[in-house]
């Protein structure tokens, strides 16, 4: 029986089907490679997202994501999940993407520099809705380091175990729980007036 | 605080993460029990997962998804048969390729053959005819020229007449690339005006609130203008680089930029020579993209302010959300040189 080390995706019942499909895949039938996209481009998407925080970047990652699969797919070794696989891919894509980011810092408007007419933004924290705590969410995760930001992430949005995520990052669990820790008190800090008095 | 508060603070996280094995777990807990400052600060943790997890990006719908996929799909097939095309020539026998590579050989030494014995034909003729016409295998087209506009037979004579037809020659390619160019410039659309198409009413876009037909903001005078003095991307090369020459709609400016994306900065050298921090406002539209970008503070090197213009407008950035919707939104940012972490903040 083919048993992943990180098997905990509950997705074991479609298995032996993958199986085949990576199978034929590997031949070079896109079909089979398609199906297998139908079936987890949802997942890979979400992880995309959750850790860009940015729709067309997470769109161009996922799109990549498969296309570097299906070229590597020779390679894939079968005793592992597929799905835990292609979520490294995208893991490292996300990576990639995030240090090329980070030559931008966000800094806040001025209050008035002549163009404030022009200037069209509402306060978030004047609506307490969703959006304004996902804009202050989203500030907060882009002051993070990108490994701290990406363990946060796939630990909170993802679920994903400890093992899990070094897994995914190809770290240890230790350094897996100490960017845990750092990410955690760094968000608290810039997400001060959120927390409990 | 208590003495053992400090160890316990420690195993808070992987305690809520369920990650901590039985006999800690149980230490953590007894702990708790007693220590009202561990266990706001378990609280704290708690209130942050909540607000991560509240804040957690919407759902993408299937559609959305079965787009994404039919794209992979048409780029993969489309890789597939390149592929099946080049087994294809792999796998010719060896035989056949032996046979199809003598046969070219045979052919290029047959044309060599003929050619070699019609030019001692027309040796033997020219020998024959003296200083006919058709002497020189190796006459230029200026040569040729010469030959037909000023019959001089004398040596010093024909090489002056072939130096004169030369520089005609010279002279009428040039004039024929500049009027290539002078057509070129006529073909070529005027500009279009970007600072007056642009220039409307900022509130005009969001009263449409359709995240569609949004012109880039601009200011009227200077799409580009800042503090006196600083220099933006208001001169012509610049302003190509910074994807706005020309640009009369976000869509244009857009597709621009991704020309740019496939053009190497030009003057890389001088970039990585310069650091400093630039400070932009960017124009976020709904879909993300950048449409507009203006440099608030010059770091006081053009080069990285050109080049900070050029990186801005190939990013994206997440636009503010208005009753759900994203609208498009300004966006202070700060481009620094060299490249600093994030976390250094």
Redesign the interface.
């Known amino acids: 029986m083919l048993v992943s080390p990180v098997d905990t995706t509950g997705e074991n019942e479609a298995r032996p089907a993958d199986l085949d499909l990576i199978r034929q895949a590997k031949a070079g039938d896109t079909m089979a490679f398609d199906e297998l996209m139908r079936r987890y481009i949802g997942s890979i998407r979400r992880v995309a997202g959750s850790m860009l925080r940015n729709d067309p970047d997470a769109d161009d990652v996922t799109q990549e994501t498969f296309i570097r699969a299906f070229r590597s797919l020779r390679g894939f070794d079968e005793r592992f999940q597929f799905y835990t696989w292609l979520r490294r891919i995208a893991v490292n894509l996300c990576f990639t993407c995030l240090k090329k980011r980070s030559r931008f810092r966000l800094v806040p408007l001025p209050v008035s520099d002549g163009e404030s007419e022009a200037v069209d933004i509402e306060d978030p924290k004047s609506d307490a809705d969703t959006s304004g705590l996902r804009h202050d969410i989203d500030t907060a995760l882009g002051r993070l380091p990108a490994d701290q930001r990406a363990v946060f992430v796939l630990r909170v949005d993802e679920e994903m175990s400890y093992n899990e995520i070094g897994e995914a990052l190809g770290i240890p669990v230790g350094t897996v729980m100490s960017r845990l820790n750092r990410a955690r008190a760094r968000l608290r800090e810039l997400l001060k007036e959120y927390m409990p008095r | 605080m208590k003495p053992d508060c400090e160890s316990v603070r420690?195993l808070l996280?992987?305690y809520l993460?369920a990650?901590l094995a039985e006999p800690k777990r149980r230490q953590v807990e007894l702990h708790l029990k007693t220590c009202p400052e561990c266990r706001?600060e378990l609280?704290?943790?708690e209130?942050?997962?909540v607000?991560?997890?509240?804040?957690?990006?919407p759902?993408?719908p299937d559609e959305?998804?079965d787009h994404?996929?039919m794209?992979?799909?048409r780029?993969?097939?489309r890789?597939?048969k390149i592929?099946?095309a080049r087994p294809r020539l792999q796998s010719m026998s060896l035989f056949r390729l032996a046979t199809v590579g003598g046969a070219l050989v045979v052919m290029i030494v047959v044309v060599i053959a003929g050619y070699r014995l019609l030019g001692d034909r027309s040796m033997r003729l020219g020998t024959l005819s003296e200083t006919g016409p058709g002497v020189s295998k190796t006459r230029s087209a200026a040569e040729a020229v010469a030959e037909t506009t000023f019959t001089t037979p004398t040596g010093s004579g024909r090489a002056e007449a072939i130096a004169e037809a030369g520089r005609r020659e010279t002279r009428g390619k040039t004039a024929g690339a500049g009027s290539h160019a002078m057509r070129a410039m006529e073909d070529t659309p005027e500009p279009a005006e970007f600072e007056t198409k642009t220039d409307k009413d900022?509130?005009r876009a969001?009263a449409d609130n359709t995240g569609e037909n949004i012109r880039p903001?601009a200011?009227a005078s200077k799409p580009f203008a800042v503090t006196p003095g600083i220099r933006t991307a208001q001169s012509e090369p610049e302003a190509k680089l910074a994807g706005v020459e020309g640009s009369s709609t976000p869509d244009e400016a857009r597709s621009h930029s991704i020309e740019l994306d496939d053009m190497s900065w030009p003057d890389q050298k001088v970039f990585q020579r310069d650091t400093g921090t630039v400070?932009l406002?960017l124009w976020v539209e709904p879909?993300?993209?950048i449409s507009s970008v203006r440099v608030?503070r010059s770091s006081g090197s053009p080069a990285l302010d050109s080049f900070a213009l050029f990186?801005?407008l190939r990013?994206?950035?997440?636009p503010?959300?208005?009753d759900?919707r994203p609208?498009?939104?300004?966006?202070?940012?700060?481009?620094?040189?060299p490249?600093?972490?994030?976390?250094d903040?």
Request: hydrophobic share 35%; glycine share 6%.
């Open positions: 420690d996280g992987p993460d990650e706001r609280t704290e943790l209130t942050l997962y607000l991560a997890r509240r804040a957690a990006r759902g993408v959305h998804l994404l996929r794209t992979v799909t780029k993969l097939r890789e597939a592929e099946t900022p509130g969001d903001p200011p400070e406002l879909d993300s993209s608030l990186q801005a990013a994206k950035a997440v503010e959300f208005k759900g609208v498009r939104t300004a966006r202070r940012v700060e481009f620094r040189q490249a600093a972490q994030s976390d903040q």
